[in-house]
């Protein structure tokens, strides 16, 4: 029972871990009822995907996205929430999202690249 347990909560811990480093910082992911990041977080668009995928901040958060491909991407909503220019390799494109929604963005240049930024 003790070995059991005992490899519970390592497992846990390394999961933990793994969402941390993976992230750059920032969580991939939340813990049933955890707060949602509030400081800036950064998206890697990466192997034509954006990374992470699914994003939760808090309201006034603020989110830049980053091109590391060799190809330019966009990222855009089909209401025009959100709208960058084309971003060539290294751009950067920053937005603060100051009201609660989900917006799921994609690449205008290869539609589909998907993801979304919920705000609670």
């Known amino acids: 029972m003790k070995k059991t347990m005992l490899k519970v909560v390592?497992?846990?811990?390394?999961?933990?871990?793994?969402?941390?480093?993976?992230g750059n910082g920032t969580h991939l992911f939340a813990a049933a009822g955890a707060p949602a990041a509030s400081g800036p977080v950064e998206v890697k668009i990466?192997?034509?995907?954006?990374?992470?995928?699914d994003l939760t901040v808090a309201a006034g958060t603020t989110v830049t996205w980053v091109n590391h491909d060799?190809?330019?991407?966009?990222?855009?909503?089909?209401d025009g929430a959100i709208k960058s220019k084309a971003l060539?390799?290294?751009?950067?494109?920053?937005?603060?999202?100051?009201?609660?929604?989900?917006?799921?963005?994609?690449?205008?240049?290869h539609p589909k690249?998907?993801?979304k930024v919920v705000v609670k």
């Open 10 to 22: 390592v497992c846990a811990v390394l999961v933990a871990a793994a969402g941390w480093v993976a």
């Open 46 to 53: 990466d192997n034509f995907a954006f990374m992470p995928g």
């Open 70 to 78: 060799d190809v330019p991407h966009t990222v855009r909503t089909v």
């Open 88 to 109: 060539d390799t290294d751009d950067k494109f920053s937005m603060t999202f100051d009201k609660p929604g989900t917006y799921e963005y994609f690449c205008s240049i």
């Open 113 to 115: 690249m998907t993801a």
